[in-house]
């Protein structure tokens, strides 16, 4: 099964897809030989200890046995990767660079992963990483023999799940505005196929059902959510979901004509206005009225202002919308910046490592 050269891809969002030289590989010897593989790509930008994978992949098995796997296991990865193009277009290198303590891809490895070009857009293209996005990640594939990995693949199921529900939820909120209600609509259907539980995805749809013109389509899909969640959670729909078909049925939200060009609609979506940075909040912030007066006044007089409290309860959204009420008082600008990639070598905080700055 070994080849020399390297148009290697690999497709880890949905069914598992393999090829080589644009040839598709199915067989592996073991699952255990596609995991490593697997997980190695997932974790591609450090090598990985040779115990730590063993402990992985082979939880219950004796050391001198989970041993032998390994030599095997990376013996038929080599057999069917053995070499690829470097990224520098030079002759194909070892795909896996290995030694006595640890494995890894060669860093130098030219490949496509799924995955990675995924991560890379997700926040700066989301079109495109949502045209990668195949379905859930490795979702035909099970090792096991490892409770251990399965837990890790769940973990970065959910991941990568979150980031293309919003991903697509910013996609259909561009069209909504740029009055691409279809498009919209096909959107929020696909986020609902992903997780039928989202009620802001509802309300897109909903949204983009009214809007488009199809009023009673929207209240009959009202009435199925709320059937859905009754069934499903024993709860009502948020009051923002009750309060959008209450604009609806009175006609504040019906079908309408695009207010912005398309193209004009997405740059504005994809250019930051030039006196802030604060990101577009997809959800809607209603009451903290108080809230939002006592820190106004706070920043107004003060040079510092710090908001302190556990994680979750709402700190971050109520700093953006203060924030954006407070463009016109600062002409130079409200700024948010993100402290939590320079904190982290000190332990957690019950803060989420973000400021507002005010010019």
């Known amino acids: 099964m070994g080849n020399n050269m ?92 290995t030694n006595r303590q640890t494995i890894q891809i060669n860093p130098d490895a030219a490949y496509f992963a799924d995955i990675q070009t995924f991560t890379a857009l997700v926040d700066s293209d989301p079109a495109q990483a949502v045209a990668l996005y195949r379905g859930d990640f490795l979702a035909d594939f099970y090792l096991p023999d490892s409770e251990t990995f399965e837990e890790w693949v769940a973990a970065r199921r959910a991941g990568y799940r979150r980031q293309v529900l919003n991903a697509l939820q910013t996609l259909t909120t561009v069209h909504l505005q740029q009055g691409d209600f279809e498009e919209a609509e096909a959107l929020a259907r696909r986020q609902l196929a992903i997780d039928n539980l989202r009620e802001s995805s509802h309300r897109q749809l909903l949204e983009a059902l009214a809007r488009n013109g199809n009023r009673q389509e929207a209240l009959a899909h009202y009435d199925d959510l709320r059937r859905l969640l009754q069934n499903e959670l024993s709860i009502e729909p948020q009051a ?46 209603i009451g903290r009225e108080e809230e939002m007066a006592a820190v106004e006044e706070l920043l107004i007089n003060n040079r510092l202002v710090m908001l302190t409290g556990p994680g979750g309860i709402g700190k971050t959204i109520l700093c953006l919308q203060v924030g954006r009420s407070l463009l016109e008082t600062f002409p130079g600008g409200v700024w948010l910046v993100e402290l939590a990639p320079h904190c982290r070598s000190r332990p957690p905080a019950p803060n989420d490592g973000r400021c507002l700055g005010l010019a």
């Open 240 to 285: 923002q979901t009750t309060q959008l078909v209450d604009a609806i049925r009175s006609g504040e939200v019906a079908a309408a004509r695009p207010i912005v060009p398309r193209q004009s609609a997405l740059l504005d979506a994809q250019q930051e206005p030039s006196r802030h940075n604060l990101p577009q909040l997809l959800t809607s912030f």
């Open 6 to 97: 390297s148009d290697l891809s690999i497709s880890l969002l949905g069914p598992f897809k393999m090829s080589l030289n644009g040839q598709p590989l199915t067989q592996f010897r073991t699952r255990s030989v596609q995991a490593l593989l697997i997980y190695l790509v997932c974790e591609a930008e450090r090598p990985h200890q040779r115990e730590a994978l063993m402990a992985l992949f082979w939880p219950a098995m004796p050391l001198t046995s989970a041993q032998a796997n390994m030599r095997q296991t990376l013996y038929r990865l080599r057999r069917i990767i053995p070499a690829v193009q470097g990224k520098e277009g030079e002759d194909p290198i070892p795909f896996l660079l």
